[in-house]
Nanobody
């Protein structure tokens, strides 16, 4: 059983940056593709970005391309989401998820483990 814990959320002004971390325990993160999803109030959870097991392949939602960057350090069982040029519409709870497949997956149903989420609020 893999446990995922997100951190790094907070309140930031539009145009600012935040760095989210996802720490995995109870398993080896290199056995999983990892993804970030987000859910805003009153909206469904949506895909943000995902990265393959080895980190060589990534997939981004169009809304965050060029602003967000995902990376992973398998030695530390950690996945990082660097978010730059934040917009008020990025406000949401951000969730880290682990998927047993190799390639990054945009479908939340494919993910086996989820963290509790971290709140990101971007003020205008």
């Amino acid at each position: 059983q893999v446990q995922l814990v997100e951190s790094g959320g907070g309140l930031v002004q539009a145009g600012g940056s935040l760095r989210l971390s996802c720490a995995a325990s109870g398993g080896t993160s290199s056995n999983y593709a990892m993804g970030w999803f987000r859910q805003a109030p009153g909206k469904e959870r949506e895909f943000v970005v995902a990265i393959s097991r080895g980190g060589s392949s990534t997939s981004y939602a169009d809304s965050v391309k060029g602003r967000f960057t995902i990376s992973r350090d398998n030695a530390k069982n950690t996945v990082i989401l660097q978010m730059n040029s934040l917009k008020p519409e990025d406000t949401a709870v951000y969730y880290c998820a682990a998927d047993r497949t190799v390639i990054p997956n945009m479908n939340s149903v494919a993910y086996d483990y989820w963290g509790q989420g971290t709140q990101v609020t971007v003020s205008s």
